[in-house]
C-alpha cells in the first residue's frame, strides 16, 4: 500500500525538550523530524503533535513548534496518543485513513499509538529514522513489534515519495532541489 497525500497524516509523538536528550542520537532524530515536517507542510500535508505530559517533559521542541500550528500540538497523559480522547476526538474529526508517525520513545508512545491505530483499522507508517528511544535495543524491539503487528515500516525519503506521487511537477522540483539532494 502507497501513502497517500490526501488521505494522510504526519503524527508527531512526544518530541520534547526535556525527553531529548535522553534520546539516542537526539542530535539526528531532529535533524530528520523536522526534514519530514518541512515536507510535509510544503504538500500541505497535516501535521499533529502530542505531548506527554508536559509539566513534566517539557513542551515540543522550538524548532519544530514553529512548524506545526498551535492547535495542532495536543497533550496526552496515556502512552498512545489514540487512547486519550482529545487527541483521539481531534484526529477522527479529520478522517484521516492513514498515519505516518515519527517520535519518541519508539517502544513506549509511538509503540502504543501505532498498535491501537492499527486495531482501529487504519493504515499506519513509522518512519525508521525519525524515531528513537533511551536505549537502540529498545528501538530494535520496537521495529520488530511493528513488522510482526503489520505496521509499514519506512524511511523518511520513501514517505516523501509516495507523498510526491511524480516527478513532472513544481512541488516534485522543489523538494528535490532542497531536500532530496541534501539527505
Not at 478522517?95 to 487504519?122: D, M, P, S
Not at 503487528?149 to 520513501?158: K, N, P, T, Y
Amino acid at each position: 500500500m502507497l501513502i497517500h497525500p490526501d488521505t494522510s497524516c504526519l503524527l508527531v509523538i512526544d518530541l520534547q525538550e526535556k525527553l531529548m536528550p535522553a534520546l539516542h542520537k537526539p542530535k539526528r532524530l531532529l535533524k530528520h523530524s523536522r526534514w519530514l515536517i518541512e515536507v510535509a507542510n510544503h504538500l500541505h500535508i497535516p501535521v499533529w503533535a502530542t505531548e506527554q505530559y508536559p509539566q513534566g517533559l517539557g513542551s515540543t521542541l522550538k524548532s519544530l513548534q514553529e512548524l506545526i500550528p498551535a492547535e495542532r500540538i495536543l497533550s496526552k497523559t496515556h502512552f498512545s496518543a489514540a487512547a486519550e480522547s482529545e487527541v483521539r476526538n481531534a484526529l477522527n474529526a479529520q478522517q484521516y485513513n492513514q498515519f505516518v508517525i515519527i517520535g519518541a520513545e519508539a517502544h513506549v508512545c509511538v509503540l502504543q499509538t501505532a498498535l491501537q491505530l492499527k486495531q482501529q483499522a487504519r493504515e499506519v507508517f513509522v518512519v525508521e529514522d525519525c524515531i528513537s528511544s533511551r536505549r537502540p535495543e529498545d528501538k530494535a524491539l520496537a521495529l520488530e513489534r511493528f513488522r510482526q503487528a503489520g505496521i509499514q515500516v519506512v524511511s523518511r525519503e520513501m514517505v516523501a515519495f509516495e507523498w510526491l506521487r511524480q516527478a513532472d511537477t513544481d512541488a516534485f522540483r522543489y523538494i528535490s532541489r532542497n531536500y532530496l539532494r541534501n539527505l
